[in-house]
């Protein structure tokens, strides 16, 4: 069950569509990482006060798990490792910053976050798919099942 949610995928029905998800996952997993994560990682002392003047309690804490999220889940997602945890981290780390760093500005400050929550979000539901890395972890006993209708037997 554990392998299953950590490695798993649900199943599309051609090649074509597993690489049309491929793209937007290895853009936006390394768009979040390089632009936006490697500034971060390890975490400044300004960072680390910004968390604190959000009102989160143990900025150090959160600090670190907001960088470790946005450097090391940006690249999970890029490469398809761990695409639903790496996920659900860039996700929960776009959501403080859409809803609470941003929380009084106007939309053009908050879209960027929003858009990577909307992408994080759709990672973490269908998981990394075909082209990941995840796909070998996941082991051929929890494969997502074939798609395509079983070829029938000629009598």
């Given at each position: 069950m554990i392998k299953r949610l950590l490695f798993g995928s649900l199943p599309f029905p051609s090649s074509t569509a597993e690489l049309a998800l491929l793209v937007p996952r290895v853009f936006a997993g390394l768009a979040m990482s390089l632009a936006h994560g490697k500034g971060k990682f390890p975490p400044s002392e300004k960072f680390v006060s910004g968390v604190g003047e959000m009102?989160?309690?143990a900025p150090e804490v959160f600090a670190w798990l907001a960088s470790s999220a946005e450097f090391l889940g940006g690249l999970g997602l890029a490469f398809g490792f761990l695409t639903r945890l790496s996920s659900f981290g860039i996700l929960s780390t776009m959501?403080?910053?859409?809803?609470?760093?941003?929380?009084?500005?106007?939309?053009?400050n908050k879209e960027l976050?929003?858009?990577y929550l909307s992408i994080a979000f759709a990672f973490m539901i269908i998981g990394g798919g075909r082209f990941s890395l995840d796909r070998f972890f996941r082991g051929s006993s929890t494969a997502p099942a074939a798609t395509s209708a079983p070829k029938k037997k000629k009598k």
């Amino acid at each position: 069950m554990i392998k299953r949610l950590l490695f798993g995928s649900l199943p599309f029905p051609s090649s074509t569509a597993e690489l049309a998800l491929l793209v937007p996952r290895v853009f936006a997993g390394l768009a979040m990482s390089l632009a936006h994560g490697k500034g971060k990682f390890p975490p400044s002392e300004k960072f680390v006060s910004g968390v604190g003047e959000m009102g989160l309690p143990a900025p150090e804490v959160f600090a670190w798990l907001a960088s470790s999220a946005e450097f090391l889940g940006g690249l999970g997602l890029a490469f398809g490792f761990l695409t639903r945890l790496s996920s659900f981290g860039i996700l929960s780390t776009m959501c403080v910053a859409a809803f609470v760093a941003h929380a009084a500005d106007p939309f053009q400050n908050k879209e960027l976050s929003l858009l990577y929550l909307s992408i994080a979000f759709a990672f973490m539901i269908i998981g990394g798919g075909r082209f990941s890395l995840d796909r070998f972890f996941r082991g051929s006993s929890t494969a997502p099942a074939a798609t395509s209708a079983p070829k029938k037997k000629k009598k």
